[in-house]
């Protein structure tokens, strides 16, 4: 689960806090907007909300499904051109968002270990050869 919500599904301290602004502007229009509306009206409105975050729930769904798919069907090759628009020549050094981490290949995830392995190595026969880096 992410930060937002507990194992259990609940909001935690954070979700609280990222919704809150959400929640009382939400408030505050259906108080001022159905103040004078009978109980079926409130009842449309509600539906209509509803349907409101469904669709906007539902449209980042397909948006992360088609993005998936999109890196999915790159090759290796298409999909370093890709992340180098996106992150620069130094794409490996950044840090990927997930979904381009997940399909990020074995071997580029070894090249990084290895170019990571290496910059350690040559850290420490700095610190041997009796170099301070400040």
Known sequence: MSKL?????????AGRN???TVQSSLE?????VCKDMSEGEILTVQA???KMVADTMSAT???KRE???KLDTMTDIQLEIYLKSKYGDNWMFQTLEQVDLDRCPK????????ILKESAKHISQIHHNGVRLK
């Open 67 to 69: 993005l998936k798919h």
């Open 107 to 114: 071997l580029q995830q070894d090249k990084i270990e290895n």
């Open 18 to 20: 990222t919704f809150q």
């Open 28 to 32: 505050g229009t259906i108080a001022s």
């Open 48 to 50: 209509a909300l509803a």
């Open 61 to 63: 769904l397909q948006a």
């Open 5 to 13: 919500f507990t194992e259990s599904g609940l909001l935690t301290e």
